[in-house]
Antibody, heavy 123, light 112 residues
Framework: QVHLQESGPGVLEPSQTLSLTCSVS??????????WTWIRQPAGKGLEWIGR???????NYNPSLKGRLTLARDPSIDHFSMRLLSVTAADTAIYYC????????????????WGQGALVTVS | DIVMTQAPLSLPVSPGEPASISCRSS???????????LAWYLQKPGQSPQLLIY???NRASGVPDRFSGSGSGTDFTLKINRVEAEDVGVYYC?????????FGPGTKVDIK
């Protein structure tokens, strides 16, 4: 069974950098079969896709966050991560990491496994 | 970006009764490879979203057969044959055809 676990700072001040890590077990992030993605959810609101990284390390970002966002991976320890610069209160949300079943380099069939989420508060 | 809409946004249902949720996309989710990239997720209270349906009508592993998906192009439907208490939560549709992947606003299903 695939398991994902987010870890991060919990609370940040405005203008700081948010760094989150997703630890993966039960699958290898460099296996060549899946992409690894971040999704966030402000309290009481819907889901927003943040970005994804594929086994080659290629990334796709949500344009709404482009310029502030960097995704990276460390296949040696089956971790992938995100960094979001210059956070504001609007970045307060639960951040989920998830596995994506990719379709070529352009699509995603589904997010089939999700982490439990990490609450990030910018205040 | 592809905009996803859902209706209704709130759906009270009696146990054992059927339920239906509509999802529409601002452009066709069909690809020339023959697949249509529409998925459904359920977020139970206090939990992460979980995959229910992918490619319009394929149930994910472990999903009960009372859940079914249908549709094509821009119009899709999730049906629950007979709602059970464990089905309460928010249902989201999502398009995976192109980045940024986008979700519908969610439909909250609860028991009457």
């Amino acid at each position: 069974q695939v398991h994902l676990q987010e870890s991060g700072p919990g609370v940040l001040e405005p203008s700081q950098t948010l760094s989150l890590t997703c630890s993966v077990s039960g699958a290898s992030i460099s296996s060549g079969r899946y992409c690894w993605t971040w999704i966030r959810q402000p309290a009481g609101k819907g889901l927003e896709w943040i970005g994804r990284i594929n086994p080659r390390g290629d990334v796709n970002y949500n344009p709404s966050l482009k310029g502030r966002l960097t995704l990276a991976r460390d296949p040696s320890i089956d971790h992938f991560s995100m960094r979001l610069l210059s956070v504001t209160a609007a970045d307060t949300a639960i951040y989920y990491c998830a596995r994506c079943v990719p379709v070529g380099d352009w699509g995603c069939e589904s997010f089939d496994f999700w982490g439990q989420g990490a609450l990030v508060t910018v205040s | 970006d592809i905009v996803m809409t859902q209706a209704p946004l709130s759906l009270p249902v009696s146990p054992g009764e059927p339920a239906s949720i509509s999802c529409r996309s601002s452009q066709s989710l069909s690809h020339s490879n023959g697949n249509t990239y529409l998925a459904w997720y359920l977020q139970k209270p206090g939990q992460s979203p979980q995959l229910l349906i992918y490619l319009v009508s394929n149930r994910a592993s472990g999903v009960p057969d009372r859940f079914s998906g249908s549709g094509s192009g821009t119009d899709f439907t999730l049906k629950i044959n007979r709602v059970e208490a464990e089905d309460v939560g928010v249902y989201y549709c999502m398009q995976g055809l192109q980045t940024p992947f986008t979700f519908g606003p969610g439909t909250k299903v609860d028991i009457k």
